[in-house]
Structure formats: structure tokens, C-alpha cells
């Protein structure tokens, strides 16, 4: 199993600043399939990013992804007050898909 | 739009079953796999089950292996999870998840239920 570990764990930045979020796989992740996931308390997650670095359909291009092998990284280039959220990573390379424990992006 | 309607969650002893069901509109279900994805009471997100278009093909994590079963009857546009032998670690929220590409089994979810919650206790 690929275990994941995001860091920060949190993240306290203010609207307008740059964000980077870490995603470190314990073996290399197949083909970059990573994705990045936001998520707001009581709401679904929101795909962000796949392939690693493909935005999905409706995604802001401040919002970028990149990496490969084992370490990867979610990239908000200018913060908005929409932005301050839960964030996971998550491949699914191979079997059994595995997140990470999330990163927490709050406003400082 | 695209929608997918989770419902069948509730409260239930150890040892007991539930089946979630996930109705789903706007989009081709039979041409894309779907997934049970579930986050437990604060904590992270962790997948559970994945089913191909088809139906033929079926994956499970260890955890819930012999115990849960995917299904999906696409004539209804209706995947489903029955739970049997369920546990106290089972509590969560179940989400059912779209797969991202058409045709194909590729494990980014880029459609999400809304969750139904699952209460595992006496």
C-alpha cells in the first residue's frame, strides 16, 4: 500500500499570499496519477487537479499541480477567501487508493 | 446536471447490515466506474470500494473485504454498497463517486454524492 504524507498538516496564510501544499508518496506513484482534492466542512470533496497537473473541468488557473515519482505539490498562486479549506491527495496508480491525512489551509 | 443522491445510511448494533444506495442522473452511468469513498467522524478521506461500467470487474480495500459488496444496476442508474458484519471503524460518512474518465477505470473522482452517514454502535 502507498502510504501518503501531506505537510504542513496547517497551513495559516492571508488572502492574496501563495500557498504550497506537499504530497510525499512512500513508493513511486504509477504514471503521476495524483490527484488533489479540496473539501469544505460539511461538503463533498471538489477534484482539483489529476494526472498530477491537469486541472479538472471549472477549476480556477490558480490552482496548479505538479511532481512526479514521490513527491508532489498543490500550488494556489493568490489566495481567495474561497480558498481556505481541507486538502487531500490521493493516488490511484495501484490498488488500494490511498490519501493523504489532509492539509488544513486556514486564514491567518 | 450531473447528480448522484446517496441514501440508505442510518444507525445500526455490530454485527448488523445496511445497504447504501447512490440514484444517479445526468451522465451515461454505464460508461464509467463508481466508488464508495468514506470519511470517518473528523478524519481523512479513505476509499472503500470500486466498481467498472460493466459491473464485471470489483475492487475492495482490506478493510472491508468479505464483509461489503459493490453492485450497480444500470438499467436503474443505481450503484450500491451492502454492508454486512459491520463494525464500531465503519462509522462514516459514504460518499459515491463518479470516476473521471469515460470507459474507463481510472480512480480520480470528479463527482461526489452529498454522503450518507453510518453509525455503527450499540
Known amino acids: 500500500e502507498i502510504v501518503l504524507t501531506q505537510s504542513p498538516g496547517t497551513l495559516s496564510l492571508s488572502p492574496g499570499e501563495r500557498a504550497t501544499l506537499s504530497c510525499r508518496a512512500s513508493q513511486t506513484v504509477s504514471s503521476s496519477y495524483l490527484a488533489w482534492y479540496q473539501q469544505k466542512p460539511g461538503q463533498a470533496p471538489r477534484l482539483l487537479i489529476y494526472g498530477a497537473s491537469s486541472r479538472a473541468t471549472g477549476i480556477p488557473d490558480r490552482f496548479s499541480g505538479s511532481g512526479s515519482g514521490t513527491d508532489f505539490t498543490l500550488t494556489i498562486s493568490r489566495l481567495e477567501p474561497e480558498d481556505f479549506a481541507v486538502y487531500y491527495c490521493q493516488q490511484y496508480g495501484s490498488s488500494p487508493y490511498t490519501f493523504g491525512q489532509g492539509t488544513k489551509l486556514e486564514i491567518k | 446536471e450531473v447528480q448522484l443522491l446517496e441514501s440508505g445510511g442510518g444507525s445500526v448494533q455490530p454485527g448488523g447490515s445496511l445497504r447504501l444506495s447512490c440514484a444517479v442522473s445526468?451522465?451515461?452511468?454505464?460508461?464509467?466506474?463508481m466508488s464508495w469513498v468514506r470519511q470517518a467522524p473528523g478524519k481523512g478521506l479513505a476509499w472503500v470500494s470500486t466498481?467498472?461500467?460493466?459491473?464485471?470487474?470489483?475492487d475492495y480495500a482490506d478493510s472491508v473485504k468479505g464483509r461489503f459488496t459493490i453492485s450497480r444496476d444500470n438499467s436503474k442508474n443505481t450503484l450500491y454498497l451492502q454492508m454486512n458484519s459491520l463494525r464500531a471503524e465503519d462509522t462514516a460518512v459514504y460518499y459515491c463517486?463518479?470516476?473521471?474518465?469515460?470507459?474507463?477505470?481510472?480512480?480520480?473522482?470528479?463527482?461526489w454524492g452529498q454522503g450518507t452517514m453510518v453509525t455503527v454502535s450499540s
Open positions: 445526468g451522465f451515461t452511468f454505464s460508461s464509467y466506474a
Open positions: 463517486a463518479k470516476d473521471l474518465v469515460w470507459g474507463s477505470w481510472d480512480g480520480a473522482f470528479d463527482i
Open positions: 466498481i467498472s461500467g460493466s459491473g464485471g470487474s470489483t
